[in-house]
């Protein structure tokens, strides 16, 4: 049995998540926890809180509205044959969510997300963010409905890291087939000789895992353009998930070196399964 923490927000984007959870729940059960996390309005207006006591009375009353939205959601899930609870908690979205994952024993939180470009850049709201850098329980985020899980594309780095994305592929084993991915950009031009010579040594430094495929693949690409080419190959592909680490970067770090995760969320019409590997509890 496989456990997930959906958490909602009650967007249209959110709806998108029980269609993934209904997917996986024909390859083997699963058990859900729908949870909505309001915020603490004695955190927000501290001891001044008595003197805005209209604002008190139309927070209870949202918070009412979300219970009720709660319950109607929940129906929904388990009309669809999913054994599935539901809570309202209060306080900071991301570290409660952590919380209630945690004591709910979850394998993974699933969350829908949008992604917005142009100008503004890949960014993918500061819930989902805050959840891949901070949460040591792997996160599923979707910007689109998805009904299926058959083929499953594995993004590794080759990092020191990557045998903690091999380690956690047993979980998600019996979801579909897998394939071992690594792309490998270059900013110089290649023949088509030596293309294949890099093709050749990087598929020996990859690791095995239960018979799965491997893939590398070799571009040429003036700006390194990683999550571009992890979400090309699945997409041209048609895998239905995409499972990829998160280092965690945050602050400089992450400004200099980018998030290949990330961008590959904000990119993707395909679920994606992050995975922190930074976490030390991973």
Do not use: C
């Not at 997930?4 to 959110?14: G, H, I, P, R």
């Not at 729940?25 to 915020?39: A, N, T, W």
């Not at 929940?74 to 209060?90: D, H, P, T, W």
């Amino acid at each position: 049995m496989k456990r997930f923490v959906y958490a909602t927000d009650f967007s249209e984007n959110s709806r998108y998540v029980a269609s993934f959870i209904n997917a996986v729940s024909k390859k083997e059960e699963v058990e859900v926890l729908l949870l909505h996390v309001f915020p603490d309005i004695t955190s927000m207006y501290g001891p001044l809180i008595s003197q805005f006591s209209g604002i008190i009375e139309a927070w209870d009353r949202a918070r009412k509205s979300a219970e009720e939205n709660l319950l109607e959601w929940e129906n929904r899930l388990r009309s669809q044959g999913i054994k599935v609870s539901s809570k309202l908690a209060i306080g900071d979205p991301v570290p409660e969510t952590i919380k209630e994952a945690e004591l709910f024993k979850a394998d993974f939180i699933a969350v829908g997300t949008r992604g917005i470009s142009g100008i503004r850049g890949f960014l993918i709201g500061s819930f989902a963010k805050s959840l891949l850098h901070s949460s040591p329980i792997p996160v599923i985020t979707l910007r689109f409905p998805h009904i299926k899980v058959e083929k499953i594309l594995v993004a590794l780095d080759l990092s020191s890291a990557t045998q903690k994305i091999i380690n956690f592929l047993p979980k998600i084993n019996n979801w579909g087939k897998i394939t071992l991915y690594h792309a490998l950009l270059v900013d110089f031009h290649l023949d088509p000789k030596e293309k294949a010579i890099y093709e050749e040594q990087v598929l020996k430094e990859m690791p095995d895992f239960n018979g799965a495929e491997k893939v590398v693949e070799v571009f040429f690409s003036p700006n390194l353009d990683y999550a571009g080419a992890i979400v090309d190959y699945a997409e041209r592909n048609h895998y239905d998930l995409i499972v990829i680490g998160s280092h965690g970067r945050t602050g400089i770090r992450k400004v200099i070196f980018g998030s290949v995760a990330e961008g590959v969320i904000s990119r993707s019409h395909l679920p994606v399964l992050t995975i922190n590997i930074a976490h030390p509890r991973i």
